[in-house]
């Protein structure tokens, strides 16, 4: 027996996967949904996709009820998605019954099967009605969530008990307004604060009103807490690291758990005249509304160094704040450009642990994802991916370490289930436990789906 092998897990940890709407749904343009910024930034550059867009995706809208079957059949107790903002309420105020229907059997689905649902409210698919209203940059938008937020509670609190308002905030927040990654693709810090501020209280706002609705759900939130490392201990390279920690992980993770906002952040924004006038009764509002668990998403750690030769002051970018830097001992994923440092999710154990009251938690993404996995493929069409095996092994390692340690984590979801379309690159990546025919929708259980079945099978016995 390996060292792995010996790891032993809480009876009722969860062991799933997770998704997303828009990456998985297709039919986005069907049954009564509208559009997404997605589907509008497709139909306007779809060569900014590889002409692969959000139409047809994975055709979980068609298939789910078999994929929860196949959840089913690899002993998954737990999965997390997402509802579409723009198919449940396609103007903002007016209910789809067409999705309420779909949702409602989606869920009632798992649940029958033995699966716990936990619903995510927004993963970086704005409504495009919303959109022309200003987004993120709009206050108006934290009301029309909040609205949102109810009506999904109303619609499904009876089948759903764990909900989630956000996944990764801070990357609708950067790659829309410093990255140019997703829409509208443009290069404002300011901008970018404002928006952040607004899903902050968006959420808060949220959370009030789905608990007046139901007191016996959970509403927690979901934050890639990307681990922070200085290149050295000189005075210089350790403030850019504290500056890196405070805009990537202070900056959602203290107001949404904590209800509260790092002073030193305050401080850092108005030295770069990003600082916002704010409301003292929405400050109320984030105060006493706060998450009740934490998920965490964990890819890659963010390395950091002191900015070289003239930077702007005021800060115009991040960057001149803090500079990345490469780790000469570093492992990397070629096909994304990512580190492979299993040693982080231990440290994010840590964090959570003695920076946030042990808030429950558990790791809500996690995953590597390779191209062309077709040419890994058996004589009888299984992809033997055991690179994923062992990275999955990797980071259980470190998440057991930690929690034998006292953190407070309950589970582990990889991304994904089944392929799914991914943000500007289509099916390049592929992430899942089955993969995806896309011309023929058919899955197929890669060698590390049996794998993972076989592990939870084995933790509960």
């Known amino acids: 027996m390996t060292k792995f092998d010996s790891l032993k897990f809480p009876k009722d940890f969860w062991w799933g996967a997770a998704a997303s709407a828009p990456q998985t749904e297709g039919e986005s343009l069907a049954y009564g949904k509208a559009p997404n910024t997605w ?9 900014v996709f590889s002409e692969i867009g959000p139409g047809r995706t994975s055709n979980v809208y068609n298939l789910y009820r078999e994929d929860v079957q196949r959840m089913q059949d690899i002993n998954l107790n737990s999965y997390r998605t997402s509802i579409s903002w723009s198919r449940l309420l396609p103007d903002g105020e007016t209910l789809n019954q067409e999705a309420v229907a779909y949702y409602r059997d989606y869920f009632q689905t798992m649940r029958d099967k033995g699966i716990e649902p936990i619903i995510n409210l927004f993963h970086f698919d704005m409504p495009w009605w919303m959109m022309e209203l200003g987004g993120w940059i709009n206050p108006i938008i934290t009301d029309k ?18 909900w989630v308002t956000f ?11 410093i990255y140019e990654f997703h829409y509208p693709a443009i290069r404002d810090f300011k901008k970018a604060i404002e ?47 504290r500056y890196a920690q405070l805009l990537n992980v202070d900056s959602f993770l203290e107001p ?7 002073k030193d952040l305050v401080l850092l924004l108005e030295e770069n005249d990003l600082l916002l006038n704010v409301n003292e009764d929405d400050l109320t509002i984030i105060r006493e509304n706060t998450a009740e ?9 963010k390395r950091v160094q002191a900015p070289e030769g003239d930077v702007n002051r005021p800060a115009l970018m991040p960057e001149d704040l803090y500079a990345p830097y490469i780790w000469k001992e570093r492992r990397i994923n070629p096909y994304r450009g990512w580190e492979i440092y299993p040693e982080a999710l231990y440290d994010i154990s840590k964090l959570v642990q003695n920076e946030y009251g042990n808030i429950p938690w558990f790791v809500s993404e996690n995953g590597i994802g390779v191209a062309d996995e077709a040419r890994f493929q058996d004589e009888n069409g299984m992809i033997q991916d055991d690179y994923r095996i062992e990275f999955i092994q990797e980071h259980l390692t470190m998440l057991h370490k930690g929690m034998e340690e006292g953190s407070n984590c309950f589970g582990y979801h990889l991304w994904t289930f089944v392929d799914c379309w991914s943000w500007l690159n289509g099916y390049n990546n592929r992430y899942g436990l089955y993969s995806i025919d896309l011309k023929t929708q058919k899955r197929t259980l890669k060698k590390s789906g049996q794998w993972f079945s076989e592990f939870i099978q084995k933790q509960s016995q």
């Open 39 to 47: 589907d509008k930034w497709f139909e306007m550059a779809p060569e």
């Open 293 to 301: 668990f934490l998920g965490v998403n964990y890819y890659q750690p």
């Open 145 to 162: 969530f909040a609205f949102y937020a109810r009506t999904c509670v109303e619609q499904f609190g009876d089948l759903v008990k764990y």
């Open 167 to 177: 996944n990764e905030p801070i990357v609708h927040v950067e790659c829309s307004y």
């Open 256 to 262: 949404m758990v904590k209800g509260t906002f790092p």
């Open 195 to 241: 928006s952040g501020y607004y899903t902050i209280l968006a959420h808060s706002k949220a959370i009030k009103a789905m608990k007046e609705v139901s007191s016996d759900i959970k509403v927690g939130t979901i934050l890639n807490l990307t681990p922070i490392y200085s290149k050295s201990d000189s005075k210089e390279d350790l403030q850019a690291a």
